[in-house]
């Protein structure tokens, strides 16, 4: 696959070398005490982020390029690569780099080295224990819910009906692999418009990530695909970055140092979500397990880099897990994040799952954030089978696509802004708890909160703009309307579309018919039930 964020290749390139081989037992994470002799002012910032990211970070008020943004210092991981190791990957944002060795280190040596601050074993020789089941997920066929019930439930035929699926969006999946994405049918739309912009995997240290599993293309189905009557995603129109953090072999801290790689990428090709239905509590090595106390938002390495991949701007999204009905019974790192939006999982009947990991965090955060549908939520993995599956692996994407949705539809909003208007729309806001969180969000009142935040209302019962136009304008409204029948004339009286939006509720219209009409006058005629609305608008040449 051709990649298109070139600046971010330059930037990662040289740190993730030497794939991982089956002789490399034994991983370690270091971290380093500072960044060497390098400052924010010795990079431009195109040298290490993409437009998308500069734009990101410009939007959400924040420094383009800070201290933590500065690569792991080159010198540093030289040093420690002399000494016997090999580097599998860094992450600038903890300072830390992660190497590998086919024997035991002698971790005396290394922390001997004036630079180095601490070193952490994240992975040894073992039998796999916890991981046994690891992203296995069952599908059946059969429910009683209908096919968009993901979408109804969250009321999000309010974005949908007026034209906002994602597009303009870039999500960044993590998960642990992507088998048969690249062939099956309900992601044909997805793969013939070049939607997926770049791969990686960070296990390996490839491109490709079409293996391993198909964990990874569930979840993108949910997101984008699109069978008729069958899958409804999310966000068929966004763009993607699918990320292999995952190792589905077993259950190791290392992979948390895969997961803020990957993130750190997002983050450097200009990713607007990330959606992550992943998470770690208990490894095969039980030496290296979380405690429930350590779920305070502050303690899990990978949670660390999730708060930090918010603080870049990025809505982060994470399954609240599916530990509930096992002796774990809790969220899962990193949804524990306070930055993080932890999604649990619902039926068709807005039942929370007998599955969905509960609340609170340990320092008494609320959590899950929100919930959303994860039962019986249609799903295609193979080329010639659909299914249902269950998790809030598939909540997360549900929730996730449909914010992305929001996104398009306000593009000033920031990431802090939709968490704000996600809360207050769901329908436990006034008495969250620990099993729901805040709800299950209404995304259309979602809609109205933001829109009231950055839509002036105008004086008349609605303005079009711009106009004259190119192509592309808005209807923007004073006050919404349950429904709006939408017409377009000619000049000469000819009808050229007409629209008829029944779950309408927002005070804003996007209307893209006259792009390719040539010049002239046009007459835009809007019903609601109380008015009839009338605009003259004037196309010019493209």
């Not at 959400?60 to 190791?85: M, N, R, W």
């Not at 490839?206 to 409804?232: D, Q, W």
């Amino acid at each position: 696959m051709v990649r298109v964020f070139s600046c971010v290749l330059l930037y990662l390139l040289p740190l993730l070398v030497n794939g991982q081989s089956s002789v490399y037992n034994y991983y370690y994470r270091i971290y380093f005490k500072d960044k060497g002799n390098v400052s924010p002012d010795d990079f431009l910032p195109g040298q290490l982020f993409s437009e998308r990211a500069i734009e990101r970070r410009q939007k959400a008020g924040i420094d383009i390029l800070d201290y933590s943004d500065l690569p792991v210092f080159q010198e540093y991981l030289t040093e420690v690569s002399s000494k016997g190791l090999t580097l599998h990957c860094t992450s600038r944002w903890m300072n830390t780099a992660l190497f590998k060795s086919r024997t035991p280190i002698n971790a005396a040596i290394l922390l001997q080295l004036p630079f180095v601050y601490a070193l952490k074993p994240v992975k040894v020789p073992g039998k796999k224990d916890s991981g046994s089941d690891k992203l296995n997920f069952a599908q059946d066929a059969s429910s009683a819910a209908t096919f968009d019930q993901p979408v109804i439930m969250l009321n999000g035929y309010a974005l949908h009906n007026q034209g906002f699926y994602g597009k303009g969006i870039l999500i960044a999946v993590l998960d642990g692999g992507f088998d048969n994405a690249e062939e099956i049918s309900s992601l044909a739309d997805l793969r013939n418009r070049n939607g997926i912009k770049a791969t990686h995997d960070f296990v390996k240290n490839t491109e490709f990530v079409y293996n391993s599993s198909t964990h990874g293309t569930a979840v993108l189905s949910v997101l984008s695909g699109r069978l008729p009557f069958i899958i409804e995603g999310t966000a068929p129109e966004a763009d993607y970055l699918l990320l292999k953090t995952e190792d589905v072999d077993s259950e190791f801290p290392c992979e948390e140092d895969y997961w803020a790689s990957g993130a750190e990428y997002a983050d450097s090709a200009g990713a607007d979500i990330i959606s992550s239905s992943l998470g770690y509590s208990t490894f095969d090595d039980p030496s290296m397990n979380y405690k429930y106390s350590d779920l305070n938002g502050n303690k899990a390495f990978v949670t660390l880099a999730a708060d930090i991949a918010a603080s870049k701007g990025i809505l982060v999204f994470n399954s609240a897990g599916n530990e509930r009905n096992k002796s774990w019974g809790k969220i899962i790192c990193p949804a524990d994040g306070d930055s993080v939006i932890a999604v649990g999982a619902v039926d068709s009947n807005n039942r929370i799952a007998d599955f969905s990991s509960a609340g609170p965090t340990y320092d008494t955060q609320i959590k899950p954030d929100n919930a959303a549908m994860g039962v019986a939520v249609p799903v295609q993995t193979t080329i010639s089978t659909t299914g249902r599956a269950n998790g809030t692996s598939f909540s997360c994407p549900v929730l996730s696509g449909m914010t992305a949705c929001l996104m398009q539809a306000l593009p000033k909003a920031k990431n802090n802004d939709i968490i704000k208007a996600l809360r207050e729309s769901s329908d436990r806001f006034y008495a969250p708890d620990s099993l729901y969180g805040y709800g299950i969000p209404d995304m259309g009142a979602a809609l109205l909160r933001l829109q009231d935040m950055f839509i002036l209302k105008p004086v008349e019962l609605s303005v079009a703009l711009p106009n004259p136009t190119t192509g592309e304008f808005e209807i923007i409204f004073r006050e919404p309307y349950e429904s709006i029948v939408l017409e377009i004339f000619s000049v000469s009286g000819k009808i050229i579309c007409k629209k008829e939006i029944n779950t309408f509720a927002g005070r804003l219209m996007k209307i893209d018919e006259l792009v390719n009409r040539e010049q002239g006058l046009y007459i835009i005629r809007i019903t609601t039930p109380t008015a009839k609305i009338v605009h003259k608008v004037i196309k010019l040449r493209n």
